[in-house]
């Protein structure tokens, strides 16, 4: 099973930016995160080989949910 780091958009950054806060609402972006976040992408964790070695993955949801 694939191990993934864990990921907060409202944490902060080195730079003061909200992911949260950067897709305006209505936009083709902010629809397009929308949709991602209905998906099931647990296809994507047979990709990741590495659940005994190697360093933790950001999730591919981190950037849509």
Do not use: W
């Amino acid at each position: 099973m694939a191990r993934y780091k864990y990921f907060d958009k409202s944490q902060g950054l080195f730079l003061a930016v909200c992911l949260d806060e950067q897709l305006i609402p209505g936009s083709f972006e902010h629809t397009l995160n929308y949709l991602i976040g209905q998906f099931d992408l647990s296809a994507f964790d047979a990709a990741f080989r590495n659940d005994q070695l190697g360093a933790p993955a950001y999730p591919p949801t981190s950037c849509s949910k």
